[in-house]
């Protein structure tokens, strides 16, 4: 029988998400911590939100030459 694998970061926060949507109730005091405790990551902004139009144009120009 082979040994277990080492844990990693990403392994570690992919196995937090699965808990995380397993088996918790809302009103459950664990899920009232969790809340309280570990808050969900802010999604991140949209690229388009940072790019500028005037970048984009002359991008654009460039390539006609």
């Given at each position: 029988?082979?040994?277990?694998?080492?844990?990693?970061?990403?392994?570690?926060?992919?196995?937090?998400?699965?808990?995380?949507?397993?088996?918790?109730?809302?009103e459950d005091?664990?899920?009232?911590?969790?809340?309280?405790?570990?808050?969900?990551?802010?999604?991140?902004?949209?690229?388009?939100?940072?790019?500028?139009?005037v970048l984009?144009?002359?991008?654009?120009?460039?390539?006609?030459?």
């Amino acid at each position: 029988m082979g040994q277990k694998r080492q844990l990693t970061h990403h392994g570690a926060q992919k196995r937090a998400e699965r808990e995380r949507a397993v088996g918790l109730e809302p009103e459950d005091d664990a899920a009232r911590w969790l809340d309280e405790h570990d808050p969900k990551p802010k999604p991140q902004p949209p690229k388009s939100a940072s790019k500028s139009k005037v970048l984009h144009q002359w991008r654009q120009r460039q390539q006609r030459g």
